[in-house]
């Protein structure tokens, strides 16, 4: 049986538009995205199937096109659906960031940095420049690989942090292990980095690791 023979009030659109998005299951949310489903399969059976292939929401948005397209009912078209969804939700975040103080808005920067960086495979450092209000002025991917205290070089940060009249920076990357708690390196490197901006009175006011869903604060801890 496919959704348009379920009964009006159980069918997923008509529940989001009556009882709002949050009543509506994973599953369920993600039909409205594929549509339809595949031969046996209504859009919410293939839902759940995918969500069970890739383990998590954050897994199937962490997955690539090649991961995609080995998925039956998946392809070239719904990975691009997937992936602009998360850029529309991405900027809706970076817009709010622009508007108010990031660093008043912890948990918003965290999702933020979360929606960025916890679904990439190799690690990345980025620093996100604020104004003297605290306001995102633009975020930069600065470095990629492995990384430590000789392959992130202090003097690239602040260059571009005085090239964006930066007052403050809050730095990040990613743990693709799923680990978030810093290494000594990431403590070695931090402190470089807080050192160096201090010399052109720019403010390090936190530091983040994004590992898949988890994040680790080094203000929230006392490491910075």
């Known amino acids: 049986m496919g959704i348009e023979d379920w ?42 199937d995918i969500l069970q292939h890739f383990g998590s929401l954050h897994g199937l948005f962490g997955a690539t096109l090649d991961d995609c397209t080995e998925v039956h009912g998946l392809g070239m078209a719904k990975y691009a659906q997937l ?8 900027r809706a975040i970076a817009e709010q960031l622009q508007a108010g103080e990031a660093f008043g808005s912890p948990d918003l920067v965290k999702r933020y940095l979360r929606m960025k960086l916890g679904g990439q495979r190799h690690e990345s450092f980025v620093v996100l420049f604020l104004d003297v209000k605290n306001r995102l002025i633009a975020d930069r991917e600065l470095f990629r690989g492995t990384l430590t205290q000789t392959s992130v070089y202090p003097r690239e940060v602040v260059i571009e942090a005085l090239d964006y ?23 070695r490197l931090t402190g470089a980095l807080v050192k160096a901006l201090s010399l052109v009175d720019i403010r390090v006011l936190d530091h983040f690791i994004v590992a898949g869903p988890l994040v680790h604060s080094f203000a929230e801890h006392g490491q910075i």
Do not use: C
């Open 165 to 187: 009249n930066a007052a403050s920076v809050i730095l990040a990357h990613n743990h693709p292990s799923g680990l978030p708690e810093p290494s000594e390196a990431d403590l």
């Open 83 to 90: 992936q602009a969804v998360m850029e529309l939700a991405r």
């Open 7 to 48: 009964p009006e009030q159980t069918r997923p659109r008509e529940r989001l538009v009556r009882e709002g998005a949050q009543a509506l299951s994973d599953p369920e949310l993600l039909a409205l995205l594929l549509r339809v489903g595949v031969r046996g399969k209504s859009a919410v059976e293939l839902g759940r």
